[in-house]
């Protein structure tokens, strides 16, 4: 749905809104033949379909692998290629850091230079995560004119550099030259109005390079990714609601962030996170619970891991359903199949339950059951509007 | 998908896909309930259905009717409706014309008119192919200042003609009058660009009227479908891949070379187009096979021709199959119900088979299995991306 429709239609309500992600959920069979799903016990979740709407979600476009962003900005009801979060947004999201609508962040890595400044090692022989974060200590203590300086560390050699400040803009080239045996780039403006910023980023780069000079591993660095915030209407003004995200891993709560959710205090584990949920019941009226270890397992191609993880959830459902939500969404941000050990692109399973659901002949929650379920096959960035109007928060289009 | 993301997010890859067109595919049932598909006798499309992903591909929109240019477009990955054939370049397409950057094509007939120029036959009592060929030879004869003349024969009354020159422009009245018993019109020039284009195409009239004035019949021509070369993104940049066509019928050669797909030799049946396939395996990424005589059969209103034109392709599946591709996906450019003895606006039967397909509950390649599908009913122009995804030739979009 257009945003602007959203804006005009969307009514408060006293409804409750579950939003369950399961990373990277959708699978391909394993060597029985049956998915990473659809061989986990999943008791609570085959209940609910047996009253749910069942159906498949693209989170971007037939054939498109989405990563993290672009996937839950889906789940959000962005659409994922109109509202582009860049990398170094996503990089300072992903280290919980409150990006501001003046900041400008890139994705840092130290990286090694010989006495010509050459490129040796492109990935400082991967320097301890503490040593970055010593490293970027020293260099928080740049001054730039006009501008707040912060250096993150987020693994490894890799950081996150933002710059806070007026005016300042994302068309700059990376300094990165994706290869050894040449100096890093400097920074240029691809448009006349960014040639401040491109200024700023040289001089930080010079300043830097002193500071790390000493050194003989990791005594330089480059920047590439730079975006600003991304202007996302926000969630909870576009919806008329109050809304609130449980996240174990900061690249989600930070995705929340972004759309305007707030972000409760949910621990390092489903029970934390579900006991979060229940505290603030009453204060908010949509909650999106992010679930990271479908998608883990899937990632290192473990299909028993990834089937654990979604039985795991599963002995959760009964948490989020004792509470008396109104309308609960089970899904994925993309499939993650372990066969594959990647993203990729095949449509993630969706289950949407509570009031007012037309059920389908459709009784269990599995990548091929969705395939046939009510919903069919439709567009990530409609599952929201779709869950809210379950909930009676959408009003009537036209007399 | 949108023509820049797939520029962006395309890379190559050591995969092989082949897209097997049938045309006129869909059909509807016949006096036994089932269509000319589902009567045909398929086992070896059936056997890959177990393992495929079946769907079926809306061409263009609900309840259009796609022509042979539109239903191609679409397969090979183009908004059919954004990327327009014009009538002249089709036809010229179908002779194996190759249509450069300034070329302006028309379709022409020849006609008959009386002694007061008045048109009294607008097919020129569908004169024979080799009288009209014959004529074009005498039409090529005529010379314009600055640009070169092609008359070309194509059947019965009906040729191309095609301008080769700098500064042609489309931007052209028909000099069809569209009825009998008044002359045949000027072309008008409709913006004033194209008023040097309007004085040369009838001072081509002028001199045509002249050169054919000795005859009784086919004394005269009209001139309509006016086009230049349409500007195709072409596949091969598009998706970093080399890309060849095998079909036997002209027109549908000529589409895939205005996408710039090499065509190879592929003799006049499907052996031949097979041994042309295995023959150049190793020097293409991508194969598109054009088999004609299920749309034949339709057209012709003959169910039985059409059941068993799919019957028979269905015998050199194999060829296919025992080459080892990656991802092959069987479809058609529209449906072509022997019912109505014409194309349809009806959705096509889809198959996604090969590598990372997820299967689904559906086991027979037939309309009504189809319909039920894990890909649901999908535009046709995302069948590639789609085929190419599976083929690891699309890389992931965002972080």
Chains 1, 2 share one sequence.
Not at 81 to 107: C, K, W
Not at 197 to 215: C, G, H, I, M, P
Not at 330 to 337: A, C, E, L, M
Request: glycine share 10%; net charge negative; hydrophobic share 40%.
């Amino acid at each position: 749905m257009d945003i602007e429709l959203i804006r005009r239609l969307s009514i408060p309500a006293e409804t409750k809104v579950v939003l369950c992600v399961l990373d990277g959920l959708g699978g391909l069979p394993g060597p029985r033949g049956r998915t990473e799903l659809e061989e986990a016990d999943t008791l609570h979740l085959d209940r609910m379909a047996e009253d749910a709407s069942l159906g498949q979600t693209l989170p971007v476009g037939y054939g498109i692998t989405p990563g993290s962003g672009p996937g839950h900005m889906a789940l959000f009801g962005y659409d994922p290629l109109a509202y582009e979060v860049g990398r170094g947004a996503l990089e300072a999201t992903g280290i919980d850091f409150p990006l501001g609508p003046n900041d400008l962040a890139a994705r840092g890595n130290l990286c090694t230079v010989d006495a010509e400044g050459r490129i040796t090692d492109r990935r400082a022989g991967r320097v301890a995560t503490d040593v970055t974060a010593e490293l970027c200590e020293r260099l928080s203590t740049i001054a730039l004119p006009g501008v707040e300086v912060f250096v993150l560390p987020v693994r490894e050699h890799r950081f996150v550099l933002v710059l806070r400040g007026e005016g300042l803009s994302d068309a700059l080239t990376e300094t990165d030259p994706q290869r050894e045996g040449v100096p890093p780039l400097p920074a240029e403006a691809t448009v006349p109005e960014a040639q401040r910023t491109a200024d700023l980023v040289n001089e930080f780069v010079r300043q830097a390079r002193a500071l790390l000079a000493d050194r003989e591993q990791a005594n330089h660095l480059m920047l590439r990714g730079w975006s600003t915030r991304p202007a996302l209407p926000q969630l909870p003004e576009l919806w008329k609601l109050r809304a609130a995200a449980v996240a174990v891993y900061p690249m989600y709560r930070g995705l929340a962030r972004l759309v305007g959710m707030e972000i409760l205090d949910a621990g390092d584990s489903l029970q934390t996170q579900m006991a979060a949920v229940e505290q603030c019941w009453d204060e908010y009226d949509f909650f999106f619970i992010h679930y990271k270890y479908a998608d883990t397992g899937g990632e290192d191609g473990d299909f028993h891991r990834k089937r654990q993880a979604i039985a795991d959830f599963d002995d959760h459902v009964p948490d989020v359903l004792k509470l008396k939500p109104n309308v609960v969404v089970v899904t994925g941000d993309h499939s993650t199949p372990s066969s594959m050990a990647a993203h990729s692109w095949h449509p993630v399973p969706l289950m949407i339950w509570g009031d007012h659901v037309r059920p389908d002949h459709v009784f269990r929650f599995s990548e091929t059951e969705c395939a046939r379920g009510g919903l069919g096959t439709m567009p990530a960035k409609e599952v929201l509007p779709l869950a809210f109007a379950h909930a009676r928060r959408l009003t009537k289009y036209g007399a």
